[in-house]
């Protein structure tokens, strides 16, 4: 069921209105096209009598859409409280149609999302997703970090996900929404979409034209659901498996092993390296962007395993090894910026 809502301004209209122009620290960019707005509410699926977080309403843009779905109750989480005169408008507009919409100015990075739901939505993890949406068109600044962040979440089932498999519609720059999706072989295969394929089904769903926006982005935008897997395809803790797969791809292009061996000091590298692909049942000659997330789950396990055998193994430390290199040999010794590699990788 849809409903109009009562007569209020365009998003062109608002801003012009309350003089509000995108902040580029923020990385704001709004989206103009209400066809689009309509569309990407719409990939969330049927939202009347449901729980609904939208993450970075801004102007409104994807806020109308959903109201009009009646949802039993709508959170909007903003951190500019330039934006409060229209989100209150919404609000108001909502509550003349028996709804409501509660607005939180504060970060999302560090908003406690257990405490905007109530347990009588809670589900079973085996059952269907609660009746709980999260939908946002978020900044490309934090999106990276963001998603991490909630699929750690998602792997201790703790925020949102207390209440069950709760799932997500989002906005990312294109290159990262491809790289979610991205299937062993594919050339945008990466640790993103290692991480993200181990504990959700990410579905790219359509690609928004950079025209949408103002101010317009130097990219497209990609559309993406996430929902929590039933079993996810690792059952390592959540940091320690994503400390595996950051390092399998530090080098993109190499073989695989390469990559283990940055999990050992130099004097144990290669036989280490070497052992876990032969524990993990997988030729050492494999690329990176090869890899299933079951077969990095398997080098994960390996990597436990000769960990336990080897506790000081543990403290090691590439990186820091690699500056101490690098200080004691400028110029002598070429280093490969980790940082960089692994931002270059996700």
């Known amino acids: 069921m849809t409903i109009p809502l009562p007569l209020i301004p365009s998003i062109r209209e608002i801003l012009k209105i309350y003089h509000l122009n995108a902040i580029k620290r923020l990385s704001q960019n709004f989206l103009m096209d209400q066809n689009v707005s309509k569309k990407l509410v719409s990939k969330a699926g049927k939202l009347e009598g449901k729980s609904v977080l939208e993450v970075g309403p801004g102007p409104g843009a994807l806020t109308r859409p959903i109201l009009t779905q009646m949802p039993k109750r ?3 989480v903003e951190k500019d409280r330039r934006f409060k005169p229209t989100l209150d408008m919404l609000a108001e507009s909502f509550a003349e149609v028996n709804g409501k919409m509660d607005i939180l100015y504060e970060d999302i990075m560090t908003t406690n999302m257990e405490s905007l739901f109530q347990m009588e939505e809670k589900r079973s993890w085996d059952d269907k997703p609660p009746d709980i949406c999260i939908i946002g068109n978020l900044p490309f ?3 990276t970090h963001l998603i991490i962040k909630w699929l750690h979440a998602i792997s201790e089932r703790q925020g949102a996900w207390t209440f ?3 799932k997500m519609t989002l906005t990312f720059q294109k290159e990262v929404a491809e790289r979610l999706v991205a299937q062993p ?14 504990y959700t089904y990410p579905q790219l769903r359509f690609i928004i034209p950079s025209k949408a926006f103002l101010p317009m982005p130097d990219v497209e935008v990609g559309v993406v659901t996430l929902t929590p897997l039933v079993k996810p395809h690792t059952q390592h803790n959540f940091k320690f498996f994503e400390k595996v797969t950051r390092h399998m791809f530090s080098f993109r292009q190499k073989y695989s092993v390469r990559c283990a061996e940055t999990l050992f000091p130099m004097n144990c590298r290669e036989e280490l390296s070497l052992m876990m692909f ?7 000659t494999i690329r990176p962007f ?16 000769l960990l336990e055998k080897h506790p000081e193994l543990e403290l090691y430390d590439y990186r820091a ?6 200080s004691s040999n400028t110029r002598n010794v070429v280093v490969e910026d980790y940082a960089e590699t692994e931002e270059a990788s996700i």
């Open 164 to 166: 069950g498999r709760t």
């Open 290 to 305: 090869q890899l299933t997330v079951d077969e990095i789950d398997r080098l994960a396990s390996a990597y436990k395993y």
């Open 278 to 284: 032969k524990l993990s049942h997988l030729e050492p």
């Open 321 to 326: 090894s690699r500056r101490v290199l690098h």
């Open 74 to 76: 709508v959170v909007v």
């Open 185 to 198: 072989g594919e050339d945008q295969r990466c640790r993103l979409s290692v991480m993200a394929q181990a």
């Open 141 to 143: 600044s934090v999106s």
